[in-house]
Structure formats: C-alpha cells, structure tokens
C-alpha cells in the first residue's frame, strides 16, 4: 500500500481560491497562512499551490489588488504587524530562511499599506541598521526599502516616528551600499535639509529623486521639471 | 517512452523499479497529475539531462517513496536532500540569437532594482518608459533568486514576445496563470552576461520544476525527441487544452557588474486586471499539440 492520499486540485483560479481561503481566517490564522506560505508549505490553509515562476508573497498582493475583499484585506494588514512584531527577534538569528521570510513580510506591508506596521518595521530597521554585509545587508535594504515605502505613504507618520526614523537613516549614511536610500528617507522625512545632506554624501542626485518619487515624498512633476525627460 | 519503460535498464535494482512503478502509478487518475507524468515521461526520452544524473534522481526519488505523503513532495524531497547536485541538471545548449528575456511583475523589479516598495505601479511605469530607471540600477544586484543561501533558477525565454505590447496577452503565452493583474515588465540581456561567466543556459527540467515546491505544473516540457533544447510555455490564450506557448530556458542567477546594466533593456507592457484563463489538465494531456 503506497500511503499517498490523491488530492484532486481545485480547477479555480488562484486569485479566487485565495480569497476563498483566506475570507474563512480570523487575522492571526491569515498572518499563520502567510508565515507558513513563506516558510514552506505554500498550500496551507487552502491557499493556490505555487507556479514556477511564482514569488511566494505574490498570491497576497494579488489578492489585495484584485480580490476585491474588504475585510481579508484588513486581515492581510493587521497580519503583517503581527508577523513583524513576533519575527522581529530572528533579525539576529543564523536562519537565513527565516530572515528572508521576515524581509518578504516588510516588503508586504508596505506593499498593501499596511500602516500600522510601522513601529515594528522601525523597531526591525534599528535592529538591523548595522547589517553590511552580503545577505544581512540585502535584508537591511529590503527593511529600509519597506520603511520608505510606508513613510512615503504617510508623509512622515508622527513626530516619534519620524525621529526614530531619522536617527536609523543617519546611521544608515555609513553604509555604502545603502546611502542612496538613506538620503531617501532622510530627504523625504526633510526636504529642507537637503543641501545639508547632499554635502554630507555625494550621490546622483536624479536617481535620488527617482527615489523621492517613487516613495512618494516628491511629486512627478516636480522631478519631470527637473530633470527633463531622456528618452 | 514511459517512465515504466525507462525503468527497465540494469542500472535500475528490482527495488528501485519496484518504487519507482509505485510512485509512477501514484500519478495516476487525476488530470493534473497526469499533466506531471507527461513531463516525466518526456524527460525518460528526451536528452536535456545527462542520463546518469537523471538515473541518479530516479533512484532517489526511490529512496524518498513512499516518506512524503505526497508523490510532488517525494520527488521535491529528492532535490532538497541534494540540491546542488539537482540545481540546474539540463545539459547546455546554444541559442540562436545574441538576446534573452525576462518577464516579471514590475512591482517585484521595483523592489529589487530599488529597494522601495509600495510604489505607485502608473509612476513606476513612466519611469521606466522615460529611461529614467534602466538597467544600470540592477548592477551590483544578483539577478534572480536566491533565499536562504540557495540558488533558483532563472527563467528566460526567446524573442517571441519582444513586439507584444499587451501584458494580457504576454501573461496568457507564458503561461503566467497565477498573475490576475498588474504590469509585466520585460527585461532583454545580452546572452553574452551568461557566457562571460562561462554560465550555461539549459532546458527547463523536471527537478528544476520542483525545486521550489511548484505544484502548479502548468509548464511542458518539449514533446520532441532529442535535445538538450527549449523548454514551452503553456499558451493559455484560448483556455481549456492550452496551446504551445513560446520557448524557455533557464540559467543560474547572477550579480550583474559594473557597466554591464547598459546592455540590460527594460520595456513594461499595458497593464491588465483579468485573471487567467480556465484551463482543463484533461484536455492537455490529450492535446497531441502540447
């Protein structure tokens, strides 16, 4: 007797076989899903088996995208803070899966406007602020990245917040591979401050504004005005 | 040729056989499943992997059956016991032309050239569209995956779609049934990155296939005989027994160097919101064109 259990496979749509899985999860099963998905076992909780050429966190923005749910939506949000605050230790640790797993949830947040996310994903950037070394240092860009993201989404997010994040992005400055998007977020957190940083770290100063753009601290036409249109 | 008759060689022990046949009849009575042994069994008579690796990876997938429940998982235990022995197993080959391509969500290849996420995708695309993001942002940046310490592989394809201007359509020959919406980016490289590395480019695989835990077996491996060779997509355009799509290949991810991002071109297609279309394992395992 060979043991294997056949499993017809749904014949829907992943989009909809996500949603479907997930709109029967409170938000702590839906943040188990995530994890679980991320770690390993991409079917859990029902969810679409992996193509390919599939990033394992995709399923989840497509479902906020096009799932056209509401509340699995919510769920996805208050799952990424959890999944930060109660991964946020392994920023230290020897598992590089699981570190990898801890960057695609920042990338997440961020991805799906997870606002309150912020204060872990700032507790993580100050843990890892120092990282500046092959994996670890593409980790801390991945956290960095994510941070910009939200802060550019909300302009700032609060005074603590801000001081917070100013303080990690200074340090930040130090690392080579990350000065560009250290001067991101502190040029977007203090537009006026720019001349000030700039003659602190020399850097391309389109690219700089590509970045401010696309975090959403500077208005494309203001970088249109610029920097004229190249091709 | 069947997997049942490939068995059938000395190198095989009459356990080994016995395991495999057992594993092999596990496939057996779901469409989908079914849709896998095809491509097993076109890796028994094609060539793209060399015989005594692909020997090796029978026998192990002997030894694993039956420790994994499930007969996908046996086979992924296989490559995980040993995966870089079963990281990239086809045999070389030479394409035609000077240029690969790389399809991605233009969301992933934000975050990845730039760091940032949570962008705006209409913005992202007009940077792009105005050369103010090119390749040069992904020099110093390993292109293609890795997590963990452990490399994926890359899948590119051929020229097919280099005039297609709609990711609809793009998302459809490539098979790409789990994207239900967004921007698809191209990305075209010179093959020369590849053999400056003295990097092969290689046909897709079975082992390749399920190195990452990919169940979602909507991928086909060349019906003809020979090889090694291009690899298909699963055209989906027209839903139900799928079409042949358009060649792929893989290779290993690599850090793309200093002045190399020049040669990297970068073009996003029309964005879309439609999911993919239904498609019917039963009917494409029957489809003599597939």
Same mark, same amino acid.
């Given at each position: 007797m060979a043991g294997v259990v056949l499993v017809e496979p749904p014949v829907e749509p992943p989009l909809s076989q996500a949603v479907r899985a997930l709109a029967n &999860?409170?938000?702590? %099963?839906?943040?188990?899903?995530?994890?679980?998905?991320?770690? @390993?076992?991409?079917?859990?909780? @029902?969810?679409?088996?992996?193509?390919?050429?599939?990033?394992? /966190? =995709?399923?989840? /923005?497509?479902?906020?995208?096009?799932g056209d749910n509401g509340q699995v939506n919510r769920n996805l949000r208050q799952a990424c803070v959890s999944l930060l605050d109660q991964h946020k230790e392994t920023v230290y640790g020897e598992d590089l899966s699981q570190r990898w797993a801890l960057g695609e949830v920042?990338?997440? +947040?961020?991805?799906?406007? %997870?606002? *309150? =996310?912020?204060?872990? &994903?700032?507790?993580? =950037?100050?843990? +890892?602020?120092?990282? *500046?070394?092959?994996?670890?240092? +593409?980790? &801390?860009?991945?956290?960095?990245?994510?941070? #910009?993201?939200?802060?550019? +989404?909300?302009?700032?997010?609060?005074?603590? *917040?801000?001081?917070?994040?100013?303080? #990690?992005?200074?340090?930040? &400055?130090?690392?080579e591979n990350c000065r560009l998007l250290a001067l991101t977020g502190l040029i977007g957190l203090w537009p006026e401050r720019r001349s000030e940083y700039l003659g602190r770290v020399p850097i391309n100063e389109e690219d700089l504004d590509v970045n401010l753009t696309l975090a959403g601290f500077l208005p494309l036409e203001t970088l249109e005005a610029r920097w004229p249109k190249v091709r | 040729m069947s997997l049942l008759t490939y068995i059938n060689k000395p190198?095989?022990?009459?356990?080994?056989?016995?395991?495999?046949?057992?594993?092999?009849?596990? $496939?057996q009575g779901v469409h989908w499943w079914e849709f896998v042994r095809q491509n097993i069994d076109r890796e028994c008579f094609?060539?793209?992997?060399?015989?005594?690796?692909?020997?090796?990876?029978?026998?192990?997938?002997?030894?694993?059956?039956?420790?994994?429940?499930?007969?996908?998982?046996?086979?992924?235990?296989?490559?995980d016991a040993k995966s870089t022995t079963y990281f990239l197993p086809g045999r070389q080959f030479a394409p035609s032309a000077p240029q690969l391509y790389r399809y991605m969500l233009l969301d992933q290849f934000i975050t990845y050239s730039t760091d940032i996420s949570g962008v705006d995708m209409p913005t992202a695309k007009k940077m792009i569209d105005d050369g103010r993001i090119t390749?040069?942002?992904?020099?110093?940046?390993?292109?293609?995956?890795?997590?963990?310490?452990?490399?994926?592989?890359v899948w590119c394809a051929d020229d097919s779609l280099a005039s297609e201007t709609q990711g609809e359509k793009a998302r459809d020959r490539l098979g790409l049934k789990h994207i239900a919406g967004g921007y698809i980016l191209e990305i075209e490289y010179p093959l020369? $990155?590849?053999?400056?590395?003295?990097?092969?480019?290689?046909?897709?695989?079975?082992?390749?296939?399920?190195?990452?835990?990919?169940?979602?077996?909507?991928?086909?491996?060349?019906r003809k005989a020979g090889g090694p060779g291009w690899g298909y997509t699963v055209d989906m355009t027209g839903g139900g027994a799928g079409a042949e799509g358009i060649p792929e290949a893989l290779h290993?991810?690599?850090?793309?160097?200093?002045?190399?991002?020049?040669?990297?071109?970068?073009?996003? $297609?029309?964005?879309?919101?439609?999911?993919?279309?239904?498609?019917?394992?039963?009917?494409?395992?029957?489809?003599?064109?597939?």
């Open positions: &999860l409170d938000s702590a %099963s839906v943040a188990e899903a995530v994890w679980i998905r991320l770690m @390993g076992d991409a079917e859990a909780f @029902g969810l679409p088996a992996l193509h390919p050429q599939e990033e394992r /966190v =995709a399923i989840f /923005v497509q479902v906020y995208e096009y920042c990338y997440l +947040s961020a991805r799906i406007q %997870s606002l *309150n =996310a912020l204060k872990p &994903l700032l507790e993580i =950037a100050f843990l +890892s602020r120092h990282f *500046n070394t092959g994996e670890r240092e +593409s980790f &801390l860009r991945r956290v960095l990245g994510s941070l #910009i993201g939200i802060l550019g +989404s909300v302009r700032g997010g609060g005074p603590g *917040n801000v001081e917070q994040a100013t303080r #990690i992005f200074e340090e930040c &400055l130090e690392l | 190198v095989f022990t009459s356990a080994v056989q016995q395991q495999l046949r057992k594993w092999y009849g596990d $496939l094609r060539t793209d992997i060399d015989p005594t690796l692909w020997d090796q990876f029978l026998m192990d997938v002997a030894a694993q059956y039956p420790k994994s429940r499930h007969a996908l998982n046996v086979m992924k235990a296989a490559v390749g040069t942002r992904m020099e110093g940046r390993v292109f293609g995956k890795q997590i963990g310490g452990r490399n994926y592989a020369n $990155l590849l053999r400056a590395r003295n990097m092969k480019i290689c046909p897709p695989t079975v082992p390749d296939v399920v190195a990452e835990g990919a169940d979602n077996w909507i991928w086909v491996k060349n290993a991810p690599f850090t793309v160097g200093a002045g190399e991002g020049a040669g990297i071109r970068l073009r996003v $297609l029309d964005p879309f919101s439609k999911t993919a279309p239904q498609m019917d394992h039963g009917q494409m395992v029957t489809n003599a064109g597939l």
